[in-house]
């Protein structure tokens, strides 16, 4: 009785079961000029955060980091897709060959900053559309489900897009016009993407507050600009790209993001519910859960996503 009142009013049970530890072997990278490695401490020769994660660096760049994609899975094969100047849109189109390429490779990781120049685009007439952003959110969704296609599907981490303006777009003077609607579309945009992989199972890399007060904010308002700056000063040099310092910044946030991987937990925990609807939560239960996720090849951190879009428990 007490079992059919607890499943009757929603509380799951919860269970844990073995985990392989988080092996990866070939990983994609998508995106626009930002992970080309585009940095105007170097243009037009290129340097970014990809660079510094894939262990190329010396004279005359940064060093080579210790701390790189081989340190945490050697041998991995890693391929940078990423095509600068690419929109959402176009890699999420039905023959993208950016997309095909990407599949082609069959990675098992795959990390995506892409939307960027969307939103440039659609702030060329200084307004976004409500159709404009759902073109870039349908287009987002798109390049997720492509990847899923993949058998196995990869595991996916989304990057969230920095703000250059700091949260200070609408206060941009006439020259820099057609900007101000940045700062609300990066929030906006932000919030989606977080949602998107929430939904999807997928991994985040929060770029936007590591970047926050760290860009061209400081010169229409900002009053707590933080050093050092991640973007060229001043803005009279504009210019979209990190520096290498903001490079940096997004190296170690994906790199700290794939160490979590690969040190993730053995262990890891189901929720489920009264899937056979007997009254009870139970074994049966979990078993019925495990079947559907093996039958879908889900990974367990996607375990948890799956359990939600049932309605059966928050993670
Ligand atoms: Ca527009």
Known sequence: MLRGILALSG????????????????????????????????????HGWTHMLLGVGGDPFPPTREATLHSLWPGMAALNASVSGSTAVQWAAGNSPYMNSVLAFQPDL???????????????????????????????????????????????ILLTYYDLMDGYSQSLPLIYGRYRPLSPMTLEGNAFIRQLASERGCGVVDVYPAFLHHCYGRQFGDPTPLEPPYVRLPVSNLDIHPNTAGHEQIYLLV?????????????????????????AVDGTDLVLLLSSV???????RSLLSFAQVWGMGTP
Request: charged share 25%; with cysteine.
């Open 294 to 300: 093996r039958e879908r090849r889900t990974r367990p």
């Open 11 to 46: 509380i799951v049970l919860v269970a844990s079961a073995p985990c392989a530890a988080r092996e990866f072997t070939r990983l994609a990278v998508l995106g626009d000029s930002v992970n080309y490695g585009v940095n105007p401490d170097y243009d037009p020769v290129v």
């Open 255 to 279: 790199y700290d993001a794939l160490a979590g991987l690969r040190r993730e937990p053995e262990r890891f925990t189901v929720e489920t519910a009264d899937l056979d609807k007997s009254g």
């Open 110 to 156: 795959a990390i995506v900053l892409l939307g960027g120049w969307d939103v440039i685009n659609f702030m060329a007439d200084g307004t976004i559309t409500t159709a404009e952003k759902n073109q870039l959110f349908s287009s987002l969704s798109t390049i997720v489900a492509r990847l899923e296609t993949l058998d196995p599907p990869p595991y996916i």
